[in-house]
């Protein structure tokens, strides 16, 4: 659906947020928080270790997935402050600040443009205390 690049564009507007990485070597699951992304692949901190992750199209050694909120968890509150911010552009990265999925823009024409990250599969709305109970 979405290329290795594309990846790296959508994960760099949602730094420090918490991920889920599940490593396709030996199944094993961590919750990290997303540090940072390079050309070639993310910086992800686990237990306060950071390592670096490729982002491939030839080799997938992970499954990289961004714990977000549904915009639909938005309260009165968040959307007040975002209607009073100074310019009408800073709306989205604030809520993306805040960990909520909001809908991509990749390039002109691009199929997943106005798709939420979720639904292009690089997100998940559970918690972490949901995912390590589950786990």
């Known amino acids: 659906m979405v290329n290795a690049s594309e990846k790296l564009l ?11 990485v599940k490593s396709y070597l030996n199944n094993e699951v961590q919750i ?5 992304v390079k050309q070639n692949g993310v ?3 686990i237990n306060e270790v950071s390592r670096w ?3 491939s199209d030839k080799l997938e050694l992970c499954d990289i997935k961004l714990l977000l909120k549904p915009l639909k968890n938005l309260t009165p509150e968040i959307i007040s402050t975002a209607n009073g911010l100074p310019v009408q552009a800073f709306i989205t990265p604030y809520y993306q600040q805040l960990g909520f999925d909001m ?3 990749i ?3 691009h ?3 106005c798709n939420y990250v979720q639904e292009i599969g690089l997100a998940d709305y559970r918690s972490a ?3 390590t109970t589950a786990n």
Do not use: D, H
Request: proline share 12%; charged share 15%; glycine share 14%.
């Open 103 to 105: 809908p991509v823009y």
């Open 43 to 45: 910086l992800i901190n």
């Open 53 to 55: 992750i490729p982002v």
């Open 32 to 36: 990290g928080t997303l540090k940072g």
């Open 107 to 109: 390039a002109p024409g």
């Open 129 to 131: 205390r949901e995912l």
């Open 111 to 113: 199929p997943c443009n």
């Open 10 to 20: 959508i994960f760099g507007r949602y730094i420090g947020q918490r991920v889920l």
